[in-house]
C-alpha cells in the first residue's frame, strides 16, 4: 500500500530536480545565442558607422 506512494513521491523529487536543470540549460542556451546574436549586430552596425564616415 506504501509502494505506489512512496513512488509517487519519488517521481515528485525527481521532476522538481530535472525540471529546473532543463530550463536553466535552454535559458542558457538562448542568452548565449542572444549574446552572440548582440555581438554581430553590435560589429554590423560598426562596420556600417565606419563604412560611412
Do not use: A, G
Not at 11 to 28: A, E, G, Q
Not at 38 to 50: K, V
Amino acid at each position: 500500500m506504501l509502494y505506489p506512494y512512496l513512488r509517487s513521491l519519488t517521481n515528485l523529487v525527481l521532476t522538481f530536480i530535472l525540471l529546473p536543470r532543463l530550463f536553466y540549460f535552454i535559458f542558457l542556451k538562448i542568452s548565449f545565442y542572444s549574446i552572440i546574436m548582440i555581438f554581430f549586430i553590435l560589429s554590423l552596425l560598426w562596420y556600417l558607422f565606419c563604412y560611412f564616415l
